[in-house]
């Protein structure tokens, strides 16, 4: 409990230890998804990668405010109203909610707060008032620009000299840029378009804008971690930054910035014209979301990971081994007060160490599976499970993990079926009739159901 947690901040390179500005109240902002179509896996990664990180920071300190927003004005949603010939507030609203469910299915926690930009009007405009009264931004052809140059620190964070970069790069510079570094804050909306009112006419907010803006609203000037995927580190990050340092007078934005690993599918880019988007709505049908989040959780945050069908089926396994060690503690009462063990803790305190603290987890699983003393088995069971709850693992009962099956479902048996094939085969086996028992767990085999026999009895469990 005295070592400080560690933790990797991108903006000095460095595993640095984790000291929050108040102990008190530790703050933590995560970009969240836009919502104009359903998230694909490796969207589901920072939510589950930050929902470990908050329920390991719940454990160390008293209170924990977690914001992860809703981008709910982006021209990605425009488009998708137009498409279908709706208001932008009827894509939005929709696509939110399904994101929200395919999260919990990955047993994501909601968190504290989940602000969407439609909301946070007034701070935006409020916040970009105050970068052109301190001479940061200027407003140019309906749009309000901020001026790079006018933040000395503007590059830090993803180590680029804006000056030498621009000089040097043929960018297509828009007429009404000072500079080419230059990014929006505000645009203009056609009557067509969605659009509210400001000092600067009718228009929209620039996306950069409205995180500085809700981080600002929710968790004040200075917060202290800030996270996403490694792919908003430039522009996005950067530019939260400049617009929040010098919208405060200069304070520091964000004092920890962790950024999580791409996903990529059997090696490569997800991307629509390669056609390998892989969408959560979808996997869920076929894969149990318990399973998925394991798959995020077996490499380090910030590793990428390659999702394909072998480390599914790696993970399903994995569970079926923890979840087996937990089904034979069957009836054993947790020790109470018992607590995940140390080293699995002190694992994701560094870094957020997910595959050392997983080791740890399947070593509990390993000694339950030996222990024959009763009081040991009570321990273990506590230690698996409070050390489950950390990473969102292992929070249903066993028989819900084994009879698990997937959403399209016409050819599997239905559960009672399966009992009552079970039932046939106990008889044969006890009247030794061996070929028809092998019959009956072959036939239930060809129709997708796997069946065991442990010291307990048959067991079964859909594959
Ligand atoms: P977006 O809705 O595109 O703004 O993305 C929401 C979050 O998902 C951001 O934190 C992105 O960095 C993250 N993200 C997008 N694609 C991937 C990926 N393939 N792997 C990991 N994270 C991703
Ligand atoms: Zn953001």
């Known amino acids: 409990m005295d070592t400080p947690m560690q933790l990797h901040n991108t903006l000095t390179g460095r595993k640095e230890a984790f000291v929050p500005l108040d102990p008190q109240r530790v703050t933590m902002y995560v970009c969240g998804p836009t919502v104009y179509s359903y998230a694909h ?3 589901a990664r920072p939510a589950v990668v930050f929902d470990v990180l908050a329920r390991v920071l719940r454990r160390r300190y008293p209170q924990v405010v977690y914001v992860r927003n809703i981008t709910d004005i982006d021209d990605k949603i425009n488009a998708a109203a ?4 709706v208001e932008i507030g009827v894509i939005a609203q929709r696509y939110e909610k399904i994101y929200l469910e395919d999260m919990a299915a990955l047993g994501v926690q909601p968190t504290d707060f989940a602000p969407r930009v439609t909301e946070h009007l007034p701070t935006i405009i409020a916040m970009i008032q105050r970068l052109i009264d301190s001479g940061h931004a200027y407003e140019a052809k309906g749009h309000v620009m901020f001026h790079t140059l006018s933040f000395d620190g503007y590059g830090k964070l993803s180590k680029r000299d804006e000056q030498a970069l621009m000089a040097g790069a043929r960018v297509e510079v828009a007429p009404y840029k000072k500079h080419a570094g230059d990014f929006v804050l505000w645009k203009p909306s056609t009557d067509e378009q969605p659009g509210w009112d400001s000092p600067w006419g009718r228009g929209r907010p620039g996306w950069h804008i409205e995180c500085s803006a809700m981080a600002e609203a929710l968790l004040g000037e ?11 580190v430039f522009p996005h990050h950067e530019n939260e930054i400049a617009q929040s340092t010098c919208s405060h007078g200069g304070k520091t934005f964000a004092r920890y910035w962790l950024h999580n690993g791409f996903l990529n599918v059997d090696s490569q880019k997800m991307s629509k014209s390669v056609g390998n988007v892989l969408l959560v709505h979808e996997l869920l049908k076929s894969l149990p979301g318990e399973a998925m989040r394991l798959v995020l959780l077996t490499g380090h945050y910030r590793q990428p990971i390659d999702w394909t069908d072998e480390v599914i089926g790696e993970a399903r396994k994995k569970l079926d081994r923890l979840y087996g060690a937990l089904r034979d503690l069957g009836d054993v009462a947790p020790a109470a007060g018992v607590t995940a063990p140390e080293a699995f803790i002190s694992a994701l305190e560094d ?12 070593e509990l699983a390993r000694r339950a599976n030996k ?3 009763a009081a040991e088995k009570a321990q273990l069971k506590a230690q698996m499970l409070d050390a489950g709850l950390l990473l969102g693992l292992l929070q249903q009962a066993p028989e819900d993990w084994f009879s698990w099956s997937p959403a399209v479902d016409g050819e599997r048996p239905g559960a009672e079926e399966i009992e009552a094939l079970l039932a046939q085969r106990a008889d ?6 061996w070929a028809e028992s092998d019959r009956i767990r072959d036939e239930l085999k060809a129709r997708g159901v796997l069946v065991e026999d442990s010291k307990d009895g048959q067991r079964w469990r859909y594959l």
């Open 82 to 85: 137009v498409k279908e010939g």
């Open 41 to 43: 896996i490796g969207n």
């Open 351 to 362: 870094d957020l160490n997910t595959p050392m603290a997983l080791a740890e987890l399947f």
């Open 222 to 232: 200075t917060i202290d971690i800030h996270g996403g995927g490694i792919d908003l």
């Open 371 to 373: 222990a024959d003393d």
């Open 428 to 433: 044969a086996r006890a009247n030794k009739q």
